[in-house]
Each structure stands twice: as C-alpha cells, then as structure tokens.
C-alpha cells in the first residue's frame, strides 16, 4: 500500500504517502484526501515514481535524504506578478482621478536615523509612488531629531490637503516613543494601518478599520487574486508581532478561517502547523518551517525576508524566507516564494491604500 513516500531524516519527523488517496502521518494515523483539500487546485497525491534527493535548506546546517517525487511541485503564488498588474490597476486609477478632478494621491514618508535598510525601503516607496502617478513627501531626519520635531512633521502632514497618507518608517531611534509618533497620525491618513483605533476595529465584529496594515493585507489579496478559499479553513499564522502576525490572524478571521497563532513559546509548533490548510509565516528565522511541518495540499505564504550567507552571491549573502521551500514546495499546493512573494505586495498595498485614502478625501468613486 505503502508504495510511494516522502520521508523527512534529521530533526524532521517522518511524513509518508500512500498510493490509495491518503496521507500517512508520522503517528500511523492516515488521513483520507477531502481532509486536506484547501480548495486551491490540489495537487494529485505523488504517483509511485519517486526519486531520493539530498535537500539542502540554506540557512540551516542541516541536510535531509528525502523521497520525493520529482513531479509533485506547489504552484507558485507570483507575488512580484501580482503586485505588478495591482499597480498597473493602481495607475489607470490615479490617472481617472486626475482626468476627473485634477487631484494627485499623495504619500509622506518620514525618514528618521541612517540606517541603510530603512533608506532603502523609503527610496523603493518613492520610485513605487512615481511609477503609477501618486506624489510622494520625503522627510530624511537625522538621528539625534527630538521626537517633537518628528512631532511637528507629522502635524504638518496631517493638515495637508496634498497628502493622503503619512507612513513613518520604523524602526525609529530608541530615544523615541514609537507609540506617541504612531499614534499622531491622523487616523484618516494611517495608510500602515498602525494606528490603535485601525487594529481595534480589524480586531471587532461589525468595524471597519480605515486602513489595514500593508504586509498582512497584501498576504490576503495573494489569497483571493489566486482563488484560494479562506472560509472555513484551518489556518496557522505564526508569529504574533504587531505589523504582520496578529493583522494576519485578524484578517483570516474576518475573512472566516480558523485561526491559531504559534508564537516563540508555542511548544509543538511543528504539530500545530501541519493541521493548517493554510499557513501564513511571519517569525523572521531563515527555514524554520520544514515540510514535515506542512500538510499535503496546505497553502503556504511566506512572510520572512531573512538574509543567510551565499558564497556563490557577490553580496555574499542572499534572502530566504521563513519556510524551507526546497522541502515545503514538495508538500504543499501553492506556495509564495523569497524573494518575490509577500514583499513586492506590501508595496502594491501601501500605493492602493493611499489611493483609497485620496479617493474617499475626495468622495470620488
Ligand atoms: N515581506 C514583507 O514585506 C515583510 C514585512 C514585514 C516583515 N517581514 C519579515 O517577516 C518576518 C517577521 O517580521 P516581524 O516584524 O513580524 O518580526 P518580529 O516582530 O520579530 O516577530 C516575530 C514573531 O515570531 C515569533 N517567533 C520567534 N521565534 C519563534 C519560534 N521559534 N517559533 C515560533 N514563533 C517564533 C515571535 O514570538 P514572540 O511574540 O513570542 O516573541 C514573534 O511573534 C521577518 O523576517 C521580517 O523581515 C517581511
């Protein structure tokens, strides 16, 4: 019966297939195949053909021996594609509105300290604006900046007509109160979605949040834009931060999953993981997530941009994600890859709150 098969060696636990339409878990119980149907295009179970391959999951020392079938590969959930054709939407929009009432959706970004990281991502939001027509604010702020005159900026910026939404890059200095700045931005512009009354009513029945935070809103429209349902599915998000983790749980639960969070003191997270249908990963440690943690069919977002050395890479570094993909996409139906997955969304969803922003400023549909 037990004729093709997948086995994880190492610190994997061990996940076998059956040829008869069933997945064979580690503990001898076999789960029948509607069990863990996402609804996405599930991949057929691997056929009797398999092949041994060494996998190796950069970032971990580690090297497993798995059965694989050489086939059986997940989807992949383009990210980069999808968040090109929003901001091509995003454009022909910006461009209507200006036609109809000459105005200009616009986008402040306060920059303080030098970190390198953060100037890139400003200078990326900045060419992101121009590409599909939305003016864009730039504050550069030096490091030893008071936080009053973070303060003052943010004022200004609130008043503006011109803008119609205000992003302050974090992290900020350590000499100010990321709470206070944050929750100076006027509620009407908060295109991060990180304002307290913004994640409160994401958090309630019956509230809408003007804006929800851009990572996890981008993980969700990967969802919808590749026709995976969300109702009724077991979901895990892992990871509990305020900008991506718990938005992310939120959201699939309004969008009626069943959620649970694993965070860094969730013990049998690997367990908890592989009962999910869909996994969102957020936790920001290179290939945490194994296949053995994933479900046959399970849909996979991963969140984490994690940098781990590569010889081969002229940086001598290169980016992976939180989920070791050479082994997750083996498992899984669909499956977002790093880079290119999640990261060009969370741009693509600042640019579309913000036109949202300007569009309800201005009543105009
Ligand atoms: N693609 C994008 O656009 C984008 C945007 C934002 C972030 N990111 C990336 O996403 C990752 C997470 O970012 P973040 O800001 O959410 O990170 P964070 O604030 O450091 O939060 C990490 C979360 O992971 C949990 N965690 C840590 N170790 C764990 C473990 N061994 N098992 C289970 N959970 C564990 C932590 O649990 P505790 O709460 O218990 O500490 C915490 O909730 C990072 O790689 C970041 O670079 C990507």
């Known amino acids: 019966m037990n004729s093709a098969r997948m086995i994880f060696t190492s610190d994997c636990s061990t996940v076998s297939y059956s040829s008869s339409g069933t997945h064979l878990l580690s503990s001898g119980f076999v789960l029948p195949r509607r069990y863990y149907s996402t609804g996405f295009n599930p991949l057929p179970l691997p056929s009797l053909r398999t092949q041994s391959l060494p996998l190796r999951c950069s970032g971990s020392s580690f090297v497993s021996s798995v ?26 929009e910006v461009s209507r509105m200006m036609d109809a ?26 060419k992101a604006c121009e590409s599909v027509g939305i003016k864009s604010f ?40 990321e709470q206070s700045v944050l929750n100076a931005v006027s509620i009407e512009k908060d295109v991060d979605g990180f304002h307290p009354l913004n994640i409160g009513r994401l958090a ?17 429209e990967l969802l919808h834009r590749y026709n995976i349902d969300i109702k009724g599915k077991r979901a895990v998000v892992i990871g509990r931060s305020n900008i991506v983790g718990m938005p992310a749980a939120l959201l699939l639960q309004r969008e009626d999953a069943t959620i649970t969070i694993v965070h860094s003191r969730t013990p049998n997270a690997e367990e908890i993981t592989r009962q999910a249908d869909i996994i969102i990963a957020a936790v920001g440690r290179a290939n945490m997530v194994r296949g ?22 002229s940086k001598g570094y290169k980016l992976v994600g939180d989920v070791c993909y050479d082994e997750a996409c083996k498992v899984a139906s669909a499956i977002t890859p790093v880079p290119g ?8 969803m600042l640019l579309s709150n913000t036109l949202t922003s300007a569009r309800r400023a201005h009543d105009f549909r």
């Open 292 to 313: 053995s943690w994933v479900k046959p069919g399970a849909v996979i977002i991963d969140v984490g941009i994690n940098p781990v050395e590569d010889a081969k890479n």
């Open 67 to 92: 059965s694989v079938n050489p086939e059986a590969c997940a989807k992949v959930i383009d990210g980069k594609a999808t968040a090109k054709q929003i901001r091509e939407e995003i454009a022909i």
């Open 341 to 348: 997955g999640v990261g060009p969304m969370t741009i693509a």
């Open 204 to 220: 309630m029945r019956g509230r809408e949040p003007s804006f929800v935070p851009c990572t996890p809103k981008g993980c969700i």
């Open 138 to 177: 730039e504050v550069n702020l030096p490091e030893n900046t008071q936080e009053e005159e973070v303060l003052k900026f943010i004022e200004g910026f609130n008043e503006d007509p011109a803008v119609h939404g205000i992003l302050v890059q974090l992290p900020l200095p350590s000499h100010m109160n």
């Open 101 to 126: 009432i000459g105005v200009v959706p616009g986008l402040a970004v306060i920059l303080v300290g030098d970190r390198k990281d953060s100037a890139t991502y400003v200078r990326n939001k900045k």
